[in-house]
């Protein structure tokens, strides 16, 4: 596995003994595991319009991936809010 420069001086403190990893606090599994929950969780409904080709396309590209077209468009959209995704323009 290839590291960035932060990750491999972490791991080296890690394995000549420099650094110990510590377990988390009951209070701390639970806050990890109550936004884990609301990471996954779907709240909002919407409805949007296509031109076909656009609709067969995606339809085509989820069916290729083994996921629903819904899911691959809210991946889409989640990616590009997070930066991961960026436009063209400008």
């Not at 003994?17 to 909002?44: G, H, N």
């Amino acid at each position: 596995m290839k590291y960035d420069k932060e990750e491999k001086t972490i791991v080296d403190a890690y394995e000549k003994d420099i650094m110990a990893l510590s377990k988390p606090s009951k209070k701390e599994i639970e806050a990890i595991k109550a936004t884990a929950r609301k990471t996954f969780v779907k709240d909002k409904r919407i409805t949007i319009r296509l031109y076909d080709h656009d609709y067969q396309g995606i339809q085509k590209k989820a069916m290729e991936m083994g996921i629903p077209y819904q899911t691959l468009i809210s991946g889409i959209i989640h990616r590009y809010i997070e930066g991961d995704l960026t436009s063209n323009t400008g």
